[in-house]
C-alpha cells in the first residue's frame, strides 16, 4: 500500500440506538457514489467472523485484532477506488 495516498475516512460513532446508520443511509443519499464508499463497521466484523454474537463473546485482543482488520478493509478498499470512506460504527469500534 505505500505507492496508494492514504484516504480520508470520516468516523461516525455513537452508542446503539443514536442514529448512526440513520445518517451513514441520509448521506448516502446525497453524496456522489463516485467520490464516497459508505460503511457500516458491524457489516464489515462480520466479514470476519461468522456472526455478531461470537464476536461478543471473543477475548479482547482478538476483538481488537478482528477489528484492526475491519479497518484495514476500509483503508484499502478506499486507497484502491480513490474515495472517501464514511463509516457507521460502534463507539467502541
Known amino acids: 500500500m505505500s505507492n496508494i495516498k492514504k484516504p480520508i475516512i470520516i468516523g461516525i460513532y455513537g452508542i446503539s440506538g443514536s442514529g448512526k446508520t440513520y445518517l451513514l443511509n441520509k448521506l448516502k443519499e446525497f453524496l456522489e457514489k463516485d467520490y464516497y464508499a459508505f460503511f ?8 470476519f467472523v461468522d456472526d455478531l454474537e461470537e464476536f461478543k463473546k471473543l477475548d479482547d485482543t482478538t476483538k481488537y485484532c478482528l477489528r484492526q482488520r475491519a479497518i484495514d478493509y476500509i483503508r484499502d478498499s478506499c486507497a484502491s477506488q480513490g474515495r472517501v470512506g464514511i463509516v457507521a460504527g460502534h463507539l467502541i469500534f
Not at 40 to 47: C, N, V
Open 40 to 47: 457500516d463497521g458491524s457489516d464489515i466484523i462480520s466479514k
